[in-house]
């Protein structure tokens, strides 16, 4: 059995196998709601724990698109992660296989999964940046964090996310009942909805989104990068990264990576605008 994995709530086995996935941030839900209503996903936002927050997809455009559900909360999180201080992190699941990617920044995303019967396909090395990102015990938690990268026949997919969470719960996350791996995607909702912080997100417009997100970002460590030759730097970047970014998306038919592109895009623009705004009303 994976390390800790009894530390977190049996999911239920009539829920277990169909695609679903969460979205967890470092961060309160009233910075991560500004960041969120970019993406122009329908979600539902909670807290899970003094310093973090969960996502839950409403829509399910893996069942759909024809885009797998990794490739798809890769995107969002990266989209969720590039102009924030704080990490994304999407734990993900389906009949095959279940993992994680976790997103920091402009900052390279980092991923791990395992086949449905437990079997790791990732690097070791992943695991050790998942922890450093995160600011993980490098002793206690590694030592975790490593039995999950050794083959284990008592432990499936499900139990090594269990693990993984459990190990997560020692820095502060504690997920509310019933929003688990294992169940589907509706399962995942209806636990959602049954909170009473549970706030719904969606699009609201771009001038409202655009608006929420840069006072949010103000009230950060971000701040002095919003004006000056920091602000038009790191404007730049966001342009030159987002472009190719966007394009490989549309190739590659992957709408999540088409979000983190466009919003990568977007903040760019926006972030000249903002700062040439703030800079004539100095």
């Known amino acids: 059995m994976s390390p800790d994995a009894s530390a977190v709530p049996d999911a239920d086995p009539a829920h277990a196998g169909a695609a679903a996935a969460l979205l967890l941030c470092r961060a309160q839900p009233a910075a991560v709601a500004s960041a969120a209503q970019l993406l122009r996903e329908r979600m539902l936002l909670a807290q899970a724990g003094p310093e973090w927050s969960v996502l839950v997809p409403e829509g399910t ?31 993900w699941w389906d009949e095959d ?29 992943a695991m050790r940046t998942f922890a450093a990102r995160l600011g993980l015990d490098p002793v206690l938690d590694m030592q975790s964090l490593d039995a999950l990268t050794r083959t284990d026949t008592e432990a499936d997919a499900r139990a090594r996310l269990l693990g993984l969470i459990a190990v997560l719960t020692r820095a502060g996350l504690t997920l509310p009942p019933g929003l688990i791996p294992g169940r ?93 705004m703030r800079t004539r009303d100095d």
């Open 61 to 91: 455009p893996w069942l759909h698109g024809g885009e797998p559900v990794d490739r798809v909360l890769g995107g969002w999180a990266a989209a969720l992660a590039v102009g924030a201080p704080w990490p994304a992190l999407a734990l």
């Open 97 to 125: 296989r279940s993992g994680y990617t976790l997103a920091s920044g402009f900052r390279r995303t980092v991923g791990y999964e395992w086949l449905a019967n437990g079997t790791p396909l990732g690097q070791d090395e």
């Open 184 to 276: 589907t995607a509706h399962s995942l909702r209806e636990a959602a909805r049954t909170r009473p912080d549970a706030r719904q997100i969606e699009w609201p417009g771009r001038r409202v989104a655009v608006r929420d997100h840069f006072d949010a970002v103000a009230e950060t460590r971000l701040a002095p990068w919003l004006q000056g030759p920091k602000a038009r730097a790191l404007s730049a970047a966001q342009l030159a990264t987002g472009l190719p970014l966007a394009l490989w998306g549309v190739r590659h038919r992957s709408a999540g990576w088409v979000a983190a592109g466009s919003l990568l895009l977007i903040h760019g623009v926006l972030g000249l605008a903002y700062d040439r």
